[in-house]
């Protein structure tokens, strides 16, 4: 696997995967500070940066400016470092999540003739699309790839809208460990004297966290006995707080900021309903597979999120949770109301959701999936 920095801990996911495949990870970055949030040691990890250290806090930003590129193109140092290191031991194909990095990876998998499989995941088929030199590149790795991996069916439809596609592009979603959830919410509630709500992730436009602050005021109207907690940090983080602290209902809403994965855990055990409510941001950057939501439905949580991106395929409208149109918040809170006030059918919807889970997103499936399709494409 090819990535820009590893470990990062907004990219979890990415850590399961390399760690599901035993995976050898090649990277410029590497976040050594983060190997103990992940239990990480390094033995499956190369730093194939060749850059200095000035190059690396300034350069590639410059890089960027000149060639057009939105995103952070290996040097030419870093290139020649990552090709020397493939040639020593070269494997037997390199799995790129995030189209950046499959355009990175192109040049030393061409010239040592490595299988290249490229995994979509989210903003690399959307904002970067509005890129005319991201999409020349991408067009390019994509014309030498052996295979394309997507998080849901349709979600290459942007590539080829701008004629961009491969005869094999397989769905296949990270998947989430659902066991390590299941034991949450397992025997119906007897009584429930405050219906608590959670959110999870970062504080970014795509996420929306202010439409789930405003759909929460409208239920606090009317239901005193409910309480939002949203786990996250981010660019947004200020509005946030400004708008708890106007919505009349800042006792009811907690902030905590980033907790790890072990907290989250528990964050899943003492709330009722999950929300999230994505939406595609200006600059067209949006979802791909949210991790958070099949992480809570695998808790027994039920969702109300909005119709967007790989959402659908995680949520079943009316059986584990409901979906939403994108800024609807009347018809978010609605269902949020809808739940706090019957908690018997929350549950059923958060049973249903999690065998959902099971059934769908289990991380061992997704990975023997993604294997399989490895094994196929290897040289």
């Given at each position: 696997?090819?990535?820009?920095?590893?470990?990062?801990?907004?990219?979890?996911?990415?850590?399961?995967?390399?760690?599901?495949?035993?995976?050898k990870v090649y990277?410029?970055?590497?976040?050594?500070?983060?190997?103990?949030?992940?239990?990480?040691?390094?033995?499956?990890?190369?730093?194939?940066?060749?850059?200095?250290?000035?190059?690396?806090?300034?350069?590639?930003?410059?890089?960027?400016?000149?060639?057009?590129?939105?995103?952070?193109?290996?040097?030419?140092?870093?290139?020649?470092?990552?090709?020397?290191?493939?040639?020593?031991?070269?494997?037997?194909?390199?799995?790129?999540?995030?189209?950046?990095?499959?355009?990175?990876?192109?040049?030393?998998?061409?010239?040592?003739?490595?299988?290249?499989?490229?995994?979509?995941?989210?903003?690399?088929?959307?904002?970067?699309?509005?890129?005319?030199?991201?999409?020349?590149?991408?067009?390019?790795?994509?014309?030498?790839?052996?295979?394309?991996?997507?998080?849901?069916?349709?979600?290459?439809?942007?590539?080829?809208?701008?004629?961009?596609?491969?005869?094999?592009?397989?769905?296949?979603?990270?998947?989430?460990?659902?066991?390590?959830?299941?034991?949450?919410?397992?025997?119906?509630?007897?009584?429930?004297?405050?219906?608590?709500?959670?959110?999870?992730?970062?504080f970014v436009e795509?996420?929306?966290?202010?439409?789930?602050?405003?759909?929460?005021?409208?239920?606090?109207?009317?239901?005193?006995?409910?309480?939002?907690?949203?786990?996250?940090?981010?660019?947004?983080?200020?509005?946030?707080?400004?708008?708890?602290?106007?919505?009349?209902?800042?006792?009811?809403?907690?902030?905590?900021?980033?907790?790890?994965?072990?907290?989250?855990?528990?964050?899943?055990?003492?709330?009722?309903?999950?929300?999230?409510?994505?939406?595609?941001?200006?600059?067209?950057?949006?979802?791909?597979?949210?991790?958070?939501?099949?992480?809570?439905?695998?808790?027994?949580?039920?969702?109300?999120?909005?119709?967007?991106?790989?959402?659908?395929?995680?949520?079943?409208?009316?059986?584990?949770?409901?979906?939403?149109?994108?800024?609807?918040?009347?018809?978010?809170?609605?269902?949020?109301?809808?739940?706090?006030?019957?908690?018997?059918?929350?549950?059923?919807?958060?049973?249903?959701?999690?065998?959902?889970?099971?059934?769908?997103?289990?991380?061992?499936?997704?990975?023997?999936?993604?294997?399989?399709?490895?094994?196929?494409?290897?040289?």
């Amino acid at each position: 696997m090819l990535l820009k920095s590893y470990p990062i801990i907004s990219e979890a996911f990415l850590v399961r995967q390399a760690i599901s495949l035993d995976a050898k990870v090649y990277t410029t970055f590497v976040k050594t500070e983060n190997f103990d949030r992940f239990n990480l040691s390094g033995q499956n990890i190369n730093c194939i940066s060749g850059t200095p250290a000035w190059w690396r806090k300034t350069g590639d930003a410059v890089l960027r400016k000149m060639s057009g590129e939105p995103y952070q193109a290996l040097s030419f140092l870093d290139q020649h470092r990552f090709k020397k290191v493939l040639s020593q031991q070269p494997p037997d194909v390199m799995l790129a999540p995030f189209g950046p990095n499959a355009i990175n990876a192109l040049p030393a998998c061409k010239k040592l003739g490595i299988p290249l499989i490229i995994q979509f995941l989210g903003y690399d088929v959307g904002s970067l699309m509005n890129n005319n030199t991201y999409v020349q590149n991408i067009k390019k790795a994509m014309a030498y790839a052996s295979a394309c991996v997507v998080l849901y069916p349709g979600m290459e439809q942007p590539l080829i809208d701008v004629g961009i596609n491969h005869p094999r592009i397989e769905a296949i979603n990270i998947g989430v460990p659902t066991r390590n959830f299941a034991h949450h919410h397992s025997i119906p509630p007897k009584s429930v004297t405050k219906f608590r709500f959670l959110s999870v992730g970062r504080f970014v436009e795509k996420k929306h966290p202010l439409g789930i602050i405003q759909a929460f005021v409208k239920v606090a109207h009317s239901n005193p006995e409910v309480t939002l907690t949203m786990v996250g940090d981010g660019p947004l983080m200020p509005q946030v707080r400004s708008a708890v602290e106007s919505s009349g209902f800042k006792e009811k809403i907690t902030l905590p900021g980033y907790q790890t994965t072990v907290q989250l855990q528990e964050q899943y055990g003492l709330h009722h309903a999950f929300l999230q409510h994505s939406i595609v941001a200006a600059d067209g950057n949006r979802e791909g597979w949210p991790v958070s939501i099949a992480e809570a439905a695998s808790s027994g949580l039920p969702i109300v999120a909005t119709e967007h991106a790989g959402i659908p395929t995680q949520v079943i409208h009316k059986e584990t949770g409901y979906l939403v149109p994108e800024m609807d918040i009347d018809a978010m809170a609605s269902y949020m109301q809808l739940l706090a006030d019957d908690t018997t059918k929350a549950w059923k919807l958060g049973q249903a959701g999690k065998l959902h889970m099971q059934q769908t997103s289990d991380i061992s499936d997704q990975m023997r999936k993604l294997m399989t399709l490895i094994n196929e494409e290897s040289k």
